[in-house]
Nanobody, 124 residues
Framework: QVQLVESGGGSVQAGGSLRLSCVAS????????MAWYRQAPGIGKEREFV?????????IYADSVKGRFTIDQDNVKTTVYLQMNSLKPEDTAMYYC????????????????WGQGTQVTVGS
């Protein structure tokens, strides 16, 4: 069973930094992409993409975090990090780790999985 466990959230003042971690387990070495999403508080707020990284180290960022956030992963590709610098109040959200596993017949079941989330609060 695939599991994702996030950590590193907290409360900081604007301009501060946080580093989120997500440890993935329960799957064999399958091709995958790991990503961070966030959902701001309030009615009607949808979960939005923040950043992703593939197994080759290729990264994609939302325009709102480019130049401030950096996504990276460990050498065995089971832990992904999100370094968040120059935080703004509008970065306040629940941050979710996501993994999208490629299905390979006889080897990898494939699928998309989510962590439980870690709260980030940025004061003005």
């Amino acid at each position: 069973q695939v599991q994702l466990v996030e950590s590193g959230g907290g409360s900081v003042q604007a301009g501060g930094s946080l580093r989120l971690s997500c440890v993935a387990s329960g799957y064999t070495y399958c091709t995958h992409i790991m990503a961070w999403y966030r959902q701001a508080p309030g009615i009607g707020k949808e979960r939005e993409f923040v950043a992703s990284i593939d197994m080759g180290g290729g990264t994609i960022y939302a325009d709102s975090v480019k130049g401030r956030f950096t996504i990276d992963q460990d050498n065995v590709k089971t832990t992904v990090y999100l370094q968040m610098n120059s935080l703004k109040p509008e970065d306040t959200a629940m941050y979710y780790c996501n993994i999208d596993i490629e299905k390979i017949l006889g080897h990898c079941d494939g699928g998309t999985y989510w962590g439980q989330g870690t709260q980030v609060t940025v004061g003005s």
